[in-house]
């Protein structure tokens, strides 16, 4: 998951550049370079589009932060695209600015991601602009000033989603599905944190997350792949290096813990539940089957919606590079809780023996959202790309693999799991 925030507005060899088949479409083509420190480099060339894009990716995620940096992720958020060592704040926005260049950044637990798109030139004029500042970005300065205005921001920003029930039951169900794992961190900052983040704590997250190999990933669209490579290789040959930082969050292969049920006191006198079971790592060969599975139980809602006390209903998929997180949130009157808790079990296990049809027909579905993904929304679409490249999967393909036998088997293994059940409002009949 990410979450956006936008304003408009050593020598390194390089490896010789190859095509590669991504989710693309069929008038789109794509190459990636590695370069000898790690970095990958990919374009995709877009013929259907005036706009051109340029996206970093590291490996900086809320699950790399630990006692001593908690909070930096959401930090970095803000502190996007202000002062550099190499710019100020000021020069950044204007140069980007003067070429009508829009940029946003988004976080999530393993990555953050800076975005900006500009109009396509056929001269790539912009390019060495848009590839400096993703370069400069990376090295913030971090004044204290900077960070006490961004503690304002964040100060509002957490009150308001703490009266926002799906968020909070969210970010509840990955600390506990994944206790003393990095993934059970928090992706918003912990209010009672904001007043110790300081500049040095966010030094710290950026020199343990922002330079070490293969943590970066540069992503364009509609720029030319060698003209993209002669600009970054000087920028990004000698990144800083720094030593190993003690104390990060386990890295080993991250662990499901189900059977619990927590309810939390909410503003809200309504019923608020999320049901949480394992799901697929993006390299897991059911990572598929998941996509399939949450489109058949969206098309199937209505069934649910039969029961007038439910209001709403929502399922979700969150896969990472070691595990996955996947269920569905539901907001119902007040003194329902027994029945929506049944409900919800019994919506996503009682999918044995799926007719064929069926099957074939979310995989289609499934297909067509990753290839509308490209023209509707681009900066998704490079998300979806981004994931396949560093983890070296193909997400369009891969659908046409799931078959009816791995489908039971992973239903009947989401039947036999213990879930995690958090529950938030009127809780009465939830345990």
């Known amino acids: ?50 706009v051109s894009t340029l996206s970093l990716y590291i490996k900086a995620g809320s699950r790399y932060e630990n ?28 140069d980007l600015e003067d070429i009508g260049a829009s940029f946003h950044t988004e976080i999530g637990r393993e990555s953050i991601g800076y975005h900006l798109q500009n109009f396509q030139e056929k001269k790539n004029d912009n390019v060495q602009l848009l590839s400096e500042t993703l370069r400069y970005i990376l090295e913030p300065n971090l004044h204290e000033y900077e960070i006490e205005t961004v503690k304002k921001i964040i100060d509002r920003e957490t009150s308001t989603l703490s ?45 343990a997350t922002f330079f070490g190999d293969n943590r970066i990933a540069i992503i364009g669209t509609g720029i030319d792949h060698q003209v993209l490579l002669k600009t970054l290789e000087p920028l990004f040959s000698n990144l800083p290096k720094f030593l190993p930082i003690e104390g990060l969050p386990n890295e080993d292969k991250t662990i499901f813990s189900g059977g619990k049920v927590i309810r939390l006191n909410g503003p809200s006198d ?29 098309n199937n809602s209505a069934k649910l919606h039969e029961n007038p006390w439910i209001l709403h209903s929502k399922f979700f998929n969150f896969s990472y590079s070691d595990a996955g997180l996947f269920g569905i949130y539901v907001n119902a009157n007040p003194g329902h809780g027994e029945e929506v808790l049944k409900a919800l079990h019994k919506e996503i ?7 064929e049809d069926v099957l074939e027909g979310a995989k289609n579905a499934v297909k067509v959202k990753i290839l509308k ?19 070296e999967v193909n997400g369009y393909s891969s659908v046409d693999k799931v078959n009816s036998a791995g489908f039971n088997n992973f239903v009947q293994s989401v039947s036999n799991s213990k879930p995690v059940v958090v529950a938030a409002g009127n809780v009465r009949g939830i345990k």
Do not use: W
């Open 67 to 94: 006692y001593s940096t908690f909070g930096s992720t959401h930090f970095l958020k803000h502190l996007a695209f202000k002062g550099t060592r190499h710019k100020s704040a000021i020069r950044l926005v204007r």
């Open 163 to 207: 009266n926002d029930p799906p968020t909070t039951l969210i970010e509840t169900l990955h600390s506990e599905a994944f206790p003393d794992f990095g993934l059970g961190n928090r992706l918003f900052v912990n209010p009672s944190v904001i007043s110790s983040v300081d500049p040095l704590s966010v030094a710290k997250h950026v020199k």
């Open 270 to 298: 309504q019923t608020h539940v999320a049901i949480g079971f394992p799901g697929a790592a993006i390299t897991h060969k059911d990572y598929s089957t998941v996509l399939v599975l949450k489109e058949i139980l969206e």
């Open 349 to 355: 296990t009682n999918l044995h023996n799926l007719k």
């Open 1 to 50: 998951m990410l979450v956006q925030c936008g304003h408009i507005l050593r020598n390194s060899q390089v490896s010789k550049g190859s095509p590669r088949t991504l989710s693309t479409t069929a008038s789109t083509t794509s190459e990636t370079t590695t370069q000898i420190n790690g970095v990958k480099v990919v374009s995709l060339d877009v013929h259907t589009s005036p």
């Open 373 to 391: 993904s490209f023209s509707e929304d681009r900066f998704n679409f490079v998300n979806n790309i981004y994931e396949e490249v560093v983890h």
